[in-house]
């Protein structure tokens, strides 16, 4: 008789919704326009998985004191991988805001962090310039490079850490006050996380 496979325990009680793998694009090199629109697909797919922002701020009843550090830190990896672009976007908020009395630091940040996302974040498919691949070493070499040269020019060191330390405190502070009962996590990511445990399917032993 074969062998009922035994149902392993997750980590976490919490429901996930399975999704299907993403897509990828060829290795076969396209123009450094296509490699740029490209990226800006997946920027905008990704900023479109935003939670709404009624869900979360939620309600006061929504909002309580972990028990223990160890629930607290659970609590903060959910809401993270939860919320995670829902944070990116309170942090790039807060770092364009500080520099609301600067608009020349404003505008060159604001160029040099599209920069960042679409030539290295969100970009998937090889760079090539005047025929020539350009390594991913190179690319993060020259957005390091560029990214000097604006603090340089422009100089808001201070006002920009400022904003980002503003925008990093509140998504703690979130993170570690929102309860996370009744959110639902994709499957995907809720095992990148560690939050749930991915087991193999146990083939049954072959009968006797």
């Known amino acids: 008789m074969p062998s009922t496979p035994t149902n392993t325990p997750t980590a976490a009680t919490y429901a996930t919704i399975p999704i299907s793998s993403d897509a990828t694009y060829t290795t076969i090199p396209i123009s450094a326009t296509d490699v740029i629109l490209r990226s800006t697909q997946n920027l905008s797919v990704s900023i479109s998985?935003?939670?709404?922002?009624?869900?979360?701020?939620?309600?006061?009843?929504?909002?309580?004191?972990?028990?223990?550090?160890?629930?607290?830190?659970?609590?903060?990896?959910?809401?993270?991988?939860?919320?995670?672009?829902?944070?990116?976007?309170?942090?790039?908020?807060?770092?364009?805001?500080?520099?609301?009395?600067?608009?020349?630091?404003?505008?060159?940040?604001?160029?040099?962090?599209?920069?960042?996302?679409?030539?290295?974040?969100?970009?998937?498919?090889?760079?090539?310039?005047?025929?020539?691949?350009?390594?991913?070493?190179?690319?993060?070499?020259g957005l390091v490079l560029i990214t000097i040269a604006a603090f340089w020019i422009t100089g808001p060191l201070n006002s920009l850490s400022i904003g980002i330390s503003i925008g990093l405190l509140v998504s703690v502070i979130h993170g570690v006050l929102r309860n996370p009962e009744g959110l639902f996590l994709e499957?995907?990511?809720?095992?990148?996380?560690?939050?749930?445990?991915?087991?193999?399917?146990v083939a049954p032993n072959p009968p006797v």
């Open 49 to 141: 998985r935003r939670r709404p922002w009624p869900e979360f701020l939620a309600t006061t009843a929504s909002l309580n004191f972990p028990k223990s550090l160890s629930a607290a830190t659970l609590r903060f990896r959910i809401n993270a991988s939860y919320f995670s672009v829902n944070y990116a976007i309170i942090v790039t908020a807060c770092a364009a805001a500080s520099l609301i009395g600067s608009p020349i630091a404003l505008i060159v940040f604001g160029f040099v962090f599209f920069l960042w996302l679409i030539l290295h974040f969100f970009r998937e498919d090889p760079l090539l310039l005047w025929g020539r691949h350009v390594s991913d070493w190179a690319v993060i070499l």
């Open 187 to 201: 499957e995907n990511d809720a095992v990148s996380n560690g939050l749930i445990v991915s087991t193999p399917a």
